[in-house]
Nanobody, 118 residues
Framework: QVQLVDSGGGLVQPGGSLRLSCAASGSIHTIYVMGWYRQAPGKQRELVAQITGGGDTVYADSVKGRFTISRDKTTANLQMNNLKPEDTAVYYC??????????????WGPGTQVTVSS
C-alpha cells in the first residue's frame, strides 16, 4: 500500500509565495519521478513541474523562473514565488513508484487548492 499526501495550498495575493509538499509513504522501493499537475476550472490538467531521483527537472514554460521543485527520497516540495492569478488551480502531486512487489501505476495525491487573488 502506498499513499501520497499533499499539503501547503491556500490563498495568497499576487506576487506572494506558497510552498507545496508531497509526502509518499508505504511499501516503497524506489520513487522514479515526483511532480505536480494543476487544473484550473474549465481547463485541461497541465504539468507544472517534475523531478527525477537523480535531480533532473522539467518545468512548464509558464512557471520557469518562478517555481522550484526539490525532493529527497520520499518527499517533494514545490516552492512557488511571484504567484499570478493565472496560477490559481487545484494542484495534484504524483509519483511513479516501484514498490517491493513491482512497479505501480502512477500514484496521485488528493489535490490542494491554490488561489491567487487580491
Amino acid at each position: 500500500q502506498v499513499q501520497l499526501v499533499d499539503s501547503g495550498g491556500g490563498l495568497v495575493q499576487p506576487g506572494g509565495s506558497l510552498r507545496l509538499s508531497c509526502a509518499a509513504s508505504g511499501s516503497i522501493h524506489t520513487i522514479y519521478v515526483m511532480g505536480w499537475y494543476r487544473q484550473a476550472p474549465g481547463k485541461q490538467r497541465e504539468l507544472v513541474a517534475q523531478i527525477t531521483g537523480g535531480g533532473d527537472t522539467v518545468y512548464a514554460d509558464s512557471v520557469k523562473g518562478r517555481f522550484t521543485i526539490s525532493r529527497d527520497k520520499t518527499t517533494a516540495n514545490l516552492q512557488m514565488n511571484n504567484l499570478k492569478p493565472e496560477d490559481t488551480a487545484v494542484y495534484y502531486c504524483y509519483a511513479d513508484i516501484r514498490a517491493f512487489t513491482g512497479n505501480r501505476p502512477r500514484d496521485w495525491g488528493p489535490g490542494t487548492q491554490v488561489t491567487v487573488s487580491s
